[in-house]
């Protein structure tokens, strides 16, 4: 039978949210001390299998709109021979009451439509993968986007040893190096050295008055919508 989970608490002296698009949740676990509206952009992408006895060439392609399948791609291979291919198109955008139920946080499945849509556009550049390519695998991400389109790092207001680490779009992974020294300079430092964390303020979106007496600013901002 399923194993009964247990709830455990670990006693922490400094803990930092950075649980990508799910990280709203946040907003009630600190007392309505900050708001963290949040846009989840679910994006299918799928991967081709490396040919057998053929080399890939290693050139990116940033492919224009194809009114034909909906679809922008962007061809990335990688040293291992696959091709990696987003630019789908078609993405879901999943609101911030959505995301804080939990909505895709277990499955974040590909969009089997998007995946013909992709397959179709691709092979319509290549002859070789049109008569022999296989895909390897396909999935979908979630993109965390706030309002504005700039992540939210630094303290939660009102509570000592909280910080937020969240919302970077599709450039997390790329901007993680000079995300986590800033962080980690704020943690152990009391400030960050490396990037003037100001403009990423957690609090920018939270009444003056709100929770613990936080002092955010709201601001209006622009949907980010589907920019790649």
């Given at each position: 039978g399923e194993e009964e989970e247990e709830e455990l608490t670990l006693p922490a002296d400094d803990v930092i949210v950075s649980a990508g698009p799910w990280s709203c949740a946040a907003e009630d676990w600190f007392d309505g001390a900050?708001?963290?509206?949040?846009?989840?952009?679910?994006?299918?992408?799928?991967?081709?299998?490396?040919?057998?006895g053929v080399d890939v060439d290693a050139t990116a392609l940033f492919c224009g709109e194809d009114d034909r399948f909906g679809t922008h791609l962007e061809v990335y291979p990688r040293p291992d021979g696959t091709i990696y291919i987003c630019g789908i198109g078609g993405s879901e955008y999943i609101s911030t009451a959505s995301l804080k139920s939990g909505a895709f946080r277990?499955?974040?499945?590909?969009?089997?439509?998007?995946?013909?849509?992709a397959t179709q556009s691709f092979q319509t550049m290549s002859n070789f993968y049109k008569e022999q390519g296989q895909l390897d695998r396909v999935q979908a991400c979630m993109r965390p986007c706030p309002p504005d389109a700039m992540p939210y790092m630094g303290r939660i207001p009102g509570f000592e040893g909280a910080y937020v680490n969240a919302g970077h779009n599709c450039w997390g992974?790329?901007?993680?190096?000079?995300?986590?020294?800033?962080?980690?300079?704020?943690?152990?430092?009391?400030?960050?050295?490396?990037?003037?964390?100001?403009?990423?303020?957690?609090?920018?979106?939270?009444?003056?008055?709100?929770?613990?007496?936080?002092?955010?600013?709201?601001?209006?901002g622009d949907s980010v919508g589907e920019q790649w």
């Amino acid at each position: 039978g399923e194993e009964e989970e247990e709830e455990l608490t670990l006693p922490a002296d400094d803990v930092i949210v950075s649980a990508g698009p799910w990280s709203c949740a946040a907003e009630d676990w600190f007392d309505g001390a900050v708001q963290l509206p949040m846009e989840g952009v679910k994006s299918t992408s799928i991967v081709w299998k490396k040919p057998d006895g053929v080399d890939v060439d290693a050139t990116a392609l940033f492919c224009g709109e194809d009114d034909r399948f909906g679809t922008h791609l962007e061809v990335y291979p990688r040293p291992d021979g696959t091709i990696y291919i987003c630019g789908i198109g078609g993405s879901e955008y999943i609101s911030t009451a959505s995301l804080k139920s939990g909505a895709f946080r277990e499955e974040c499945n590909a969009n089997p439509t998007r995946v013909d849509a992709a397959t179709q556009s691709f092979q319509t550049m290549s002859n070789f993968y049109k008569e022999q390519g296989q895909l390897d695998r396909v999935q979908a991400c979630m993109r965390p986007c706030p309002p504005d389109a700039m992540p939210y790092m630094g303290r939660i207001p009102g509570f000592e040893g909280a910080y937020v680490n969240a919302g970077h779009n599709c450039w997390g992974i790329a901007w993680a190096p000079a995300c986590g020294k800033a962080m980690s300079e704020l943690v152990l430092d009391g400030e960050s050295k490396s990037i003037n964390l100001d403009p990423f303020n957690p609090a920018r979106f939270t009444p003056v008055n709100s929770g613990r007496g936080g002092r955010g600013r709201k601001r209006q901002g622009d949907s980010v919508g589907e920019q790649w």
